[in-house]
T-cell receptor, first 113, second 113 residues
Framework: DVKVTQSSRYLVKRTGEKVFLECVQDMDHENMFWYRQDPGLGLRLIYFSYDVKMKEKGDIPEGYSVSREKKERFSLILESASTNQTSMYLC????????????FGQGTRLTVV | AQTVTQSQPEMSVQEAETVTLSCTYDTSESDYYLFWYKQPPSRQMILVIRQEAYKQQNATENRFSVNFQKAAKSFSLKISDSQLGDAAMYFCACPGTGNQFYFGTGTSLTVIP
């Protein structure tokens, strides 16, 4: 059974903290993604990675960075958390070939206070 | 850039009835798939159905089917014999360049007993 696992379902952090959201997949997928989900805005791509140590900016990268040191793990980093980063964060992975589906983690609901 | 539009933020359907969720997209890709995902209250995104754009035949998965109009760039989801477990957010998705996935803003489906 394929699996994408996010390290936390709920997180509460203080403004200015450095926040790490971790995602691990066990499907040997090349591509990994971080999305942010907000009501009325759908899923917006923050960053994606198509290989180890490779990363590409998505539509809303400001305030975020990522790290992919191993194929199975993709981390999203909030360098200095702000209240406008309170949101649901979804990690996904897929095979490299075009037109394959994405598999998702269960989401992390982050609240920045 | 690819765009995906879901014009119905909320829909409701009586149990056992049929409902259609709309989606339009725009892509520069010549060969692509389209996807419908379901996100129940558990937040786990689940693939419902996919459509290969080069196939004229509409995809069907049990009670779920699509109406794919390639020229109009329309990709609607029909749910027949609606069940209480169908209540969820539904997202339409279209692959983009670089193996990205673009998602619509979602349609919240309520099933009325």
């Amino acid at each position: 059974d394929v699996k994408v696992t996010q390290s936390s379902r709920y997180l509460v952090k203080r403004t200015g903290e450095k926040v790490f959201l971790e995602c691990v997949q066990d499907m040997d997928h090349e591509n990994m993604f971080w999305y942010r989900q907000d009501p009325g805005l759908g899923l917006r791509l923050i960053y994606f990675s198509y290989d180890v140590k490779m990363k590409e900016k998505g539509d809303i990268p400001e305030g975020y960075s990522v790290s992919r040191e191993k194929k199975e793990r993709f981390s999203l980093i909030l360098e200095s958390a702000s209240t406008n980063q309170t949101s649901m964060y979804l990690c996904a992975s897929s095979l490299r070939q075009v037109n394959t589906e994405a598999f998702f983690g269960q989401g992390t609901r982050l609240t920045v206070v | 850039a690819q765009t995906v539009t879901q014009s119905q933020p909320e829909m409701s359907v009586q149990e056992a009835e049929t409902v259609t969720l709309s989606c339009t997209y725009d892509t520069s890709e010549s060969d692509y798939y389209l996807f419908w995902y379901k996100q129940p209250p558990s937040r786990q995104m689940i693939l419902v159905i996919r459509q290969e754009a080069y196939k004229q035949q509409n995809a069907t998965e049990n009670r779920f089917s699509v109406n794919f109009q390639k020229a109009a760039k329309s990709f609607s989801l029909k749910i027949s014999d609606s069940q209480l477990g169908d209540a969820a957010m539904y997202f339409c998705a279209c692959p983009g360049t670089g193996n990205q996935f673009y998602f619509g803003t979602g349609t919240s489906l309520t099933v009325i007993p």
